[in-house]
């Protein structure tokens, strides 16, 4: 398969992805979770399966007295409530009241953080997330510390920082659109499934570039630049391609059969799977071989 070749197709697919992503996140922005905003998260299953979602958020306006509730469907009788904060005494309270409206009900979940310990886990995901991406970044400059041509060992680490951001950016366009359409939220678990995709993009990515240096050993200057990186993306690419299909697999059948408030968890993961995939064979190799024809 002549991926270096046709550099410029899957590039531009990229390039255009990423873009939409951006101008998604800047345009409609993110749906921030009660893990960054602070507030009341309470799943709830109604024996009667028949509560009408309309009439459970007019409950909590007129006869709770909480503005800007969401009540969100999961199954059939199961419903999620995400309020600004309720502290422990008035959810004592409110039970009994939300029980004599509409019946008993189990309670499955129920979470509530303050405004401020939510904006110091947003800074805190915000700096774990930079930091990852450096911290991966040298980690790869150094372990190519031995290969300086035809490109320097810092190239690598550079190149996978841009992967990563390619990685992490689509995923996130995504959910920006989910959170325009549909009220999904962006919270811990979001940023914890981006880390799991970059950890696995960029291990995808270090196959290829090793399998490039082990044959920049061998043939050195007797093989053009871009000869050698193609034959070194087709050694690789079944190994990828086969490697992420398992995964993809085992995530359909969480998504299908999982619980479902890990159904979103498990989305940013299968989606940033196929992108960081799609970006170890198609994006970083490519870009090794354009710096290379830049010099």
Not at 96 to 109: A, C
Not at 138 to 145: D, H, K, N, T, V
Request: proline content about 3%; aromatic content about 12%; overall charge neutral.
């Amino acid at each position: 398969m002549n991926v270096i070749g046709h550099k410029w197709i899957y590039l531009s697919v990229s390039g255009l992805l990423v873009a939409a992503s951006v101008v998604v996140i800047f345009a409609i922005g993110f749906r921030p979770g009660i893990d960054f905003v602070g507030g009341t998260l309470w799943e709830m299953k109604f024996n009667e399966k028949s509560i009408a979602r309309e009439a459970l958020e007019t409950f909590f306006v007129d006869n709770l007295k909480i503005a800007d509730v969401i009540v969100t469907p999961i199954t059939e009788g199961s419903l999620i409530v995400r309020s600004p904060e309720i502290k422990e005494v008035d959810h004592v309270l409110y039970v009994p009241r939300i029980e004599k409206e509409f019946g008993k009900f189990e309670e499955l979940r129920f979470e509530s953080i303050g405004a401020a310990v939510g904006h110091e886990l947003r800074g805190k995901a915000i700096t774990a997330f930079f930091l990852v991406l450096l911290g991966i970044s040298f980690y790869i400059a150094f372990a190519f510390r031995k290969v300086s041509r035809p490109v320097s060992s810092w190239k690598y680490g550079v190149i996978t920082l841009l992967t990563l951001f390619h990685d992490a950016l689509i995923p996130a366009g995504l959910f920006a659109i989910l959170g325009y359409t549909m009220n999904v939220e962006v919270d811990t678990n979001f940023i914890v499934a981006i880390l799991v995709v970059m950890g696995f993009s960029v291990h995808d990515t270090i196959v290829v570039f090793d399998r490039i240096r082990e044959n920049l050993r061998l043939f050195g200057t007797k093989m053009p630049f871009e000869e050698l990186v193609n034959a070194s993306v087709n050694q690789t690419m079944a190994r990828s391609l086969n490697t992420s299909l398992t995964v993809i697999l085992v995530l359909a059948t969480l998504f299908a059969l999982g619980s479902p408030t890990l159904r979103y968890f498990i989305l940013t993961i299968g989606v940033g799977t196929i992108v960081g995939t799609y970006s170890s064979i198609f994006v970083a190799s490519p870009f090794l071989t354009l710096w290379r024809k830049r010099e």
